[in-house]
């Protein structure tokens, strides 16, 4: 069965970067790529999309020009660079996997953008 998990979360000054990475159990190469956060009382919400070949991408306005997803199938690692990190990027940031209708979910790393 599909597993994944993220890295690469920490604490970060505000205009700094990070890189996470989404690893998988398993060959993502039929797998379609979501990365979402949720800060405390907030929902859930989308961050970034990547297609299962890598061809299509997709980003919400909050984040586009600064986020960056991508994906090696050949290291079952899909990566998202988040650059000029602002307070309110604050959150526990999940990758999701999607294919044939089935969802799977990693256990999220927590990214904390403070000075």
């Known amino acids: 069965q599909l597993q994944l998990a993220e890295s690469g979360g920490g604490l970060v000054q505000p205009g700094g970067s990070l890189r996470l990475s989404c690893t998988a159990s398993?060959?993502?190469?039929?797998?379609?790529i979501g990365w979402f956060r949720q800060a405390p009382g907030k929902e859930r919400e989308g961050v970034s999309c990547?297609?299962?070949?890598?061809?299509?991408?997709n980003y919400p306005v909050s984040v586009k020009g600064r986020f960056t997803i991508s994906r090696d199938n050949a290291k079952n690692t899909v990566y998202l660079q988040m650059n000029s990190l602002k307070p309110e990027d604050t959150a526990v940031y999940y990758c999701?996997?999607?294919?044939?209708?089935?969802?799977?979910w990693g256990q999220g790393t927590q990214v904390t953008v403070s000075s």
């Open positions: 999701r996997a999607t294919a044939s209708l089935y969802n799977y």
């Open positions: 398993v060959n993502l190469d039929v797998y379609a």
């Open positions: 990547i297609s299962s070949r890598g061809g299509a991408t």
